[in-house]
């Protein structure tokens, strides 16, 4: 026996553990097995949300033949874009998404702007009657929008707006901004009232601070409503089909549903095509503003 072995024998607290599991292993496998049931349930909800998006895109490719004699969960055969092209140019996609665009990006600004506005008057400002402003503010919540749609109809065609898309963006404004004012006023809550106390008493009007201060401390919060009212407004179906007279100013959603009968006949390709170009361009905008959501989500719940 060589020293060197005689020592690490004789030397006190040394353990063999040659052929034994160690602690650390057991704990790794419980943990993996704890774990588990929770992987396979988002696996499952993946599956459950992501299939029907594949599906969709995936039909895209597809001709009319393809559908028809194909089972529906079939793969195409080939990447054909040709149903894109189809329901860009032939199907009016392309003008629908421009209608959208023009309806939605003014929308979202007056309310984001109006709401930010009323929020900071309504939760930094003191006045008397704020409160029983707010009250009113939030009972337009309150009203269901399909109440309202014949009114202002006859109201938009008295005024002669019916062929424009200006009931659009008045509606969209006049409906989301209870919402967006609520928020915003939760938002204005969480931060601390001295720092509007010391600058008013740097000499800062109420119309600075709410520049220099309010929407810079807002950044997370105006992103978290924008996109909030951006799907909201992009989304809508009822309100831009009862205010499209005319199918040249149609949106995206009006678009999709009158594209069943674009042929005579539903063509699935185009069909799908349009639906794919919808969904793929909200999901980019989700993916790479998620964080900015989730940020301005959490700020809000909290109290000052």
Known sequence: MT???????TRPGTRRTSGRPTGTGHRAVRRT??????????????????????WVIMGSF?????????????????????????????GNVAVNYRNSILVTIPSVALIVLLGVAAGYAL??????????????????????????????FIAYFKIGLTDSLWPLIITYTADGL????????AYFRTVPRE????????GCSPLRSFFAIGLPLM????????????????NDLLVALTFTTNPSLATIQVGLLSLNDQYGSTQ???????????????LIVFVFLNKKIMAGLAAGSLKG
């Open 33 to 54: 097995l704890r774990r588990l049931p929770v992987w396979i349930l988002v696996a499952v909800l993946l599956v459950i949300v992501l299939y029907p998006q594949f």
């Open 178 to 185: 209870p919402l967006a004012t609520f928020l915003m006023a």
């Open 219 to 234: 950044r997370n919060a105006i992103l978290t409503v924008a996109l909030v009212e951006f799907f909201s407004v992009w």
């Open 62 to 90: 597809k001709s009319q033949t393809e559908f028809l004699s194909t089972p529906t969960w079939s793969l195409p055969h080939a990447l054909d874009f040709s149903n894109y092209y189809e329901a860009l140019f032939r």
């Open 3 to 9: 020293a060197t072995q005689t020592l690490i024998q």
């Open 268 to 282: 699935y390709g185009p069909l799908f095509a349009a639906i794919s170009i919808n969904v793929i361009a909200l």
């Open 123 to 152: 939760e930094i400002m003191i006045w008397k009657g704020r409160g029983t402003t707010l009250m009113l503010i939030l009972g337009g919540i309150m009203v269901p929008g399909q109440m309202i749609l014949v009114p202002l």
């Open 195 to 202: 720092i509007f106390e010391a600058a008013t008493m740097d």
